[in-house]
T-cell receptor, first 112, second 113 residues
Framework: KAGVTQTPRYLIKTRGQQVTLSCSPI?????VSWYQQTPGQGLQFLFE???????NKGNFPGRFSGRQFSNSRSEMNVSTLELGDSALYLC???????????FGNGTRLTVT | GESVGLHLPTLSVQEGDNSIINCAYS??????FIWYKQESGKGPQFIID?????DKRQGQRVTVLLNKTVKHLSLQIAATQPGDSAVYFC????????????FGTGTSLTVIP
C-alpha cells in the first residue's frame, strides 16, 4: 500500500505570495490532517478533514485554509505569506477515529 | 489542560545499550498514546501505540509502558542501533476531536557506535 504522498517537497516563496500544498492519503483513509513543524514550536495542528468536511481547526490565522476532495486528496493554501510561515508542512492520514496518523515526508516551505 | 512533554531533549546511548525515552501527560482522561520516530528529512513514522486499558505493550525491540497513576509514558528501545538515531515524539489525541493530536517536544536520540 502506498504511503502518504506530499507535493512538492520543497518550495521557496516571497513574502506576500500565496502557496498551495498537496497531499494524497493512504488509499481508503478518509481523515486527512495537516501539521506545521518548526524548531521553536514543534508540531502544531492546523486542521483535519474527513469526507470533504473540516472537522477540526487549530489556532492559526485565516490565511491558512484547506480543502478535501471526494477522493480524499487534500490541499492546503497559505495566502499573504510571512517570513514566520517558513516551516515543514506535514500531512497525515488516518483510517479511523483514535488510530495512528500516518505522515508524509512533508513540504519544506521557505519564505524570503 | 492537555499537554504532553518530554523529560529530556537529548539522549546519547552506546550502540547495543537499551534506551529509555520518557513522556509526561496532564490529562488523566487520555485513553490513547502513540510514539513516533522522525529521521532527518522525513515525516514522523509510527512506532507503537497503547490504549489506557493496558500498562505495557511490546513491539519489535520496543516496549511502551504506561503509568496512569503518575501520568507517565515511556518508550524503551532494546539493543539500540545506529539506525535508531532520530527524534522521538509521544502524541496524545485531544478528546472528542476526531484525530487532532498533541505532540510532545521530542527527544533527540543519538546512538554512539
Amino acid at each position: 500500500k502506498a504511503g502518504v504522498t506530499q507535493t512538492p517537497r520543497y518550495l521557496i516563496k516571497t513574502r506576500g505570495q500565496q502557496v498551495t500544498l498537496s497531499c494524497s492519503p493512504i488509499s481508503g483513509h478518509r481523515s486527512v490532517s495537516w501539521y506545521q513543524q518548526t524548531p521553536g514550536q514543534g508540531l502544531q495542528f492546523l486542521f483535519e478533514y474527513f469526507s470533504e468536511t473540516q472537522r477540526n481547526k487549530g489556532n492559526f490565522p485565516g490565511r491558512f485554509s484547506g480543502r478535501q476532495f471526494s477522493n480524499s486528496r487534500s490541499e492546503m493554501n497559505v495566502s499573504t505569506l510571512e517570513l514566520g510561515d517558513s516551516a515543514l508542512y506535514l500531512c497525515a492520514s488516518a483510517g479511523s477515529y483514535n488510530s495512528p496518523l500516518h505522515f508524509g515526508n512533508g513540504t519544506r516551505l521557505t519564505v524570503t | 489542560g492537555e499537554s504532553v512533554g518530554l523529560h529530556l531533549p537529548t539522549l546519547s546511548v552506546q550502540e547495543g545499550d537499551n534506551s529509555i525515552i520518557n513522556c509526561a501527560y496532564s490529562n488523566s482522561a487520555s485513553d490513547y498514546f502513540i510514539w513516533y520516530k522522525q529521521e532527518s528529512g522525513k515525516g514522523p513514522q509510527f512506532i507503537i501505540d497503547i490504549r489506557s486499558n493496558m500498562d505495557k505493550r511490546q513491539g519489535q525491540r520496543v516496549t511502551v509502558l504506561l503509568n496512569k497513576t503518575v501520568k507517565h509514558l515511556s518508550l524503551q528501545i532494546a539493543a539500540t542501533q545506529p539506525g535508531d538515531s532520530a527524534v522521538y515524539f509521544c502524541a496524545e489525541p485531544l478528546p472528542n476531536t476526531g484525530n487532532q493530536f498533541y505532540f510532545g517536544t521530542g527527544t533527540s536520540l543519538t546512538v554512539i557506535p
